[in-house]
């Protein structure tokens, strides 16, 4: 339907709206070119390499995770930078970042293994995390990164970050190929599913409607339920059939939460991927 051409190579892009006629491109030059249906509009420059993006509408503000300690928020409505949010301690370097559908919530993960949370609707004299989650804690032991370092040297760091759309849950996934499920609610994993290769995780997404998630490294994308096939009919109010027919087959646990439902590879290198349709309303 339409190409863009730009003078850097893309990092992270991001959708200011419903379709492609508002877009952002973090390239690694310390650009962010924004882009209409026309073509390219405007750009400008962050302080320090951009890792990742992510838009909260609710505020205007596209916000930049960079390679230093710092989030850095431009509001899109005024034009201008605000004040940076700021993480401790000064060593540690952000990866990624989410901003839940819900709620005005960003989830920004750093090399240390934790995740620091903002609340988009506080001050700008409150720049601080109100809260952190502590990923590496709670994923210690499981896989075999801990012990064997194949491609990573810091298989504890949080590389990619997903919301589901009722706010809910929230998955997590480290360089050491781990994905943790969370209810936000609680500070303990409801499931640790893992990769099996050691591999960065560097892409997630919820399915809300077949209550799947999503997850690749650059080997393979795997598909497993993160909720059972009762809580689906419950919530949706659809046939349980519709979501669970792997239930219906010799072995019911298909349909519990964890259970795989495909694994897909590929011939080259997985860096990204995208689900076709509206992620809002994926029914």
């Known amino acids: 339907k339409f190409e863009r051409y730009v003078n850097g190579h893309i990092v992270d892009i991001v959708m200011l709206g419903e379709d492609y006629g508002k877009m952002g491109i973090l390239m690694d030059d310390r650009t962010v070119a924004f882009h ?4 390219a509009h405007e750009s400008i420059r962050v302080p320090k390499f951009g890792r990742a993006m992510a838009y909260e509408s609710t505020t205007c503000e596209l916000l930049v995770a960079a390679s230093g300690n710092e989030v850095y928020r431009l509001n899109l409505e005024e034009g201008r930078f605000s004040e940076p949010w700021s993480a ?12 839940s559908n819900a709620q005005p919530l960003a989830a920004v993960g750093f090399d240390d293994g934790v995740v620091r949370f903002w609340d988009n609707r506080s001050p700008d004299t409150l720049l601080k995390p109100f809260l952190k989650l502590d990923v590496r804690a709670a994923t210690e032991g499981y ?19 997903a919301h589901d759309n009722s706010g809910l849950y929230m998955a997590v996934g480290t360089a050491g190929g781990l994905v943790s499920l969370y209810d936000v609610r609680s500070s303990k994993p409801l499931h640790i599913k893992e990769h099996k290769h050691g591999m960065p995780i560097y892409t997630l997404k919820f399915h809300s409607g077949s209550g799947c998630i999503l997850s690749s490294d650059e080997k393979l994308v795997k598909i497993w339920k993160y909720k059972s096939t009762g809580d689906l009919a419950h919530s949706s109010g659809l046939s349980a059939d519709r979501f669970g027919e792997l239930a219906t087959r010799s072995d019911e646990t298909n349909s519990g939460m964890g259970a795989v439902v495909a694994n897909v590879e590929g011939t080259g290198k997985f860096s990204n991927f995208i689900m076709a349709g509206d992620e809002k309303d994926p029914f």
């Open 36 to 39: 209409a249906h026309y073509g």
């Open 88 to 99: 401790e301690p000064a060593e540690v370097a952000a990866s990624c970042i989410s901003v």
């Open 143 to 161: 896989g075999f990164a801990d012990e064997i370092d194949f491609q990573h040297n810091n298989p504890h760091e949080i590389t990619s970050i």
